[in-house]
């Protein structure tokens, strides 16, 4: 019998081993095939036809910069095109694939890309709002959807994950990732990744990833949009760069450049950044596509003196396509002769392009992304709509509830008040651009659709803004802000009469999605226009008032918070919204989301995260002690940490246990708490693991995230949560600059958000 053992033992490995080694081959007779067919290309090619794989061009709607790409059919005839984005639908890819095919000499495909930024049709929340729900799967299966809705609608490359880090709200596209922290953010660019590529580029249902935007976009100084970043190399190697590692380590396809400037070089002509961090030392073989008109835009940096002088700076540094601008287009071919630009480097660029579609099977079938059949099944189905409603009520945040005021009765009379409440356009956020707006669920009808029994008595209340140009200016991109006409004060008056003869308030108030994402920097980051009056006056009826905020960003509500009952943060959550914002309210699902992004108390705190430094006079509490690290008319406390977010019961965290008090270099430490489900209700809880080095040969921050997880609990039940702790989690950037750890004691600590943890010690020798 053991022999017997044995023996099936020895196949099994054997088989597997066999396995491993087809696949090995499998790849490398892929690869050695994919060089064979590129390398017999190439040799046709022209150094035009080269050139114009280069050219990524847009088909019109959904501008983004000074240029808008003109003559596109023309030019894709004439071979002057390698991809084209911002056109979808099996019609419109298969008649310009169409093009590309029968009227150029060598019939090659085009790429189709798009943002898809959080979902194609079916829209998710927006991806601050999706890393709230700190839940992987969820975040992993968003994106799956995405790639599956996207690839089914003619498209094959999607302008995803945007991995910048983020700490200044007044960054408008802080709305677009995953907030502030390191760790979190690189696994959600991992999960992405993964969502995006699925089981691999090449399934008619999966898309290239783009990892955006390479690199540090969101250090722009003062949270302006396209301002120059300044970070050293400590804190952009320790704090920014990993998200960028992790998802190319994911294995994404495509790589973004990002349109500002890195300590005085724009990331789109910084060769250290492309050539040798992303490619030499990061091992990237992919293709670069630079950010819209970022090469055009080099003259306005003042680092090229012309287009001609950016198209040589920009191949030299390794981007292989161009978005929109035709820098390379219009001068490539005249350095290539004149010996600016070198052929070996326009050989490798057009080599990386032609590898992508070659992986993508776009050589094999040009239409394999183009099915009508796949479109029906797939866009918008009512699967798709499950799991965005799933993840968007897994993203709301819960951020206070005075005496239970929620859930909500299933009974009795709601005043629902707000410029959001009856509102579809903003619900899917920015960045949606195939969405449609008018099939998303707003939270009136959320509230309709779950509860018949109770009343709803509706008023506006306010307008989101009642400034005439910042409105001009967002409903010039598509806005579609309704502005009531009426005085403030009458709207308001309206809406208190309606909350006098109702039981509860309901007020959905926030930013207008054109306030968030690209452009869109703010430098309030309070409720805008009338909205906090309309609280105010609100509260002076005595009803119990619930705040439902909907924004993109970290917003400042010190009065919200000492005067509302209840607030839940829903960011702009997705073509589900209502259902899942209602779901939240009457609490047929327990809050579970968790801040990715620090929410301040006042704008002069600005920027604000957990993971600082003590400073050498760290500000201890004593209001009189004077020369310490603080402000005068502010605490430096957040008014809510990283983290943070309640549930509808509560959770108690036991001492942390380590698996020893001391440490080599070599051990893993094994880090245990035990987690109790306090109250009466079953919740999920994502329990949250910081480590902090005591001493260090360069000043380490005071906490850092490494590890979380999501636990479900019943009442009454506990759980011992597991994190293993190794070296790696240790290291940092030392003062030389080599990564790694020193021997000194840390500090580990668990719990339920930044702020509130339990502590632990060890030493490592
Ligand atoms: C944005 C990118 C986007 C590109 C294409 C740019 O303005 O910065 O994030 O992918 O436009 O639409």
Known sequence: MKKILILLAAVAISLQLLGQERKITSTMNNDAQMKKFIDELMGKMTTEEKIGQLNLVSVGFDVTGPIVSQNVEEKIAKGNVGGVFNTFTPIAVRKLQEMAISKTRLKIPLLFGYDVIHGHRTIFPIPLGIAASWDLAAIEKS???????????GLNWVFSPMVDIARDPRWGRIAEGAGEDTYLGSRIAQAMVRGYQGNGIGQNNTVLACVKHFALYGGALAGRDYNPVELSDRTMFQEYLPPYKAAIDAGASTVMTSFNDINGVPAAVNEWLIDDLLRKQWGFTGMVVTDYTALNELVAHGVAADEADAAAQALKAGNDMDMVGEVFLNNLNQHIKSGKASMEDLNAACRRILEAKYKLGLFQDPYRYVSDDRAKQVL???????????VAR???????????????????AIALIGPLAKNQRDMIGNWSGAGDWQQAVSVEQGIR?????????????????????????LNAHGGNLEIDTRSAEDMIAEAVEVAKRSDVIVAC????QGMTGEAASRADIGLPGRQLDLLKALKATGKPLVVVLMNGRPLTLPWEDQNADAIV????????????????LFGSYNPSGKLPSTFPQHLGQVPLFYNHKTTGRPYGGDMLDKYKSRYLDVSNEPLYPFGFGLSYTTFTYAEVGLSATEI????????????????????????QLYVRDLVGSVTRPVKELKGFQKIMLQPGESKEVTFVLTNNDLAFYRRDMTFGTEPGKFHVFVGGNSRDVKRAEFTLK
């Open 449 to 473: 659709n779950a509860q018949k029994g109770v009343t709803i008595n509706y008023a506006k209340g306010a307008n989101i803004t009642d400034d005439k140009v910042l409105i001009q200016r």
């Open 569 to 584: 943060e829903t960011w702009f959550s997705g073509s589900e919204a209502g259902n899942a914002i209602a779901d939240i």
């Open 664 to 687: 080599s270099a070599t051990d893993k430490l094994t880090v245990k708490c035990r987690v109790t489900n306090s109250g009466s209700r079953a919740g999920e809880e994502v329990v």
């Open 143 to 153: 994106a799956r959807v995405a790639g599956d809705e996207a690839s089914a609608d």
């Open 394 to 412: 897994k993203s709301i945040v819960l951020l206070k509830n005075a005496n239970n005021t929620l859930p909500l009765k299933t009974s009795g």
């Open 509 to 512: 108030v926030g930013e207008s």
């Open 380 to 390: 918008f189905s009512k699967a798709n709509r499950d799991v965005a409603r799933d």
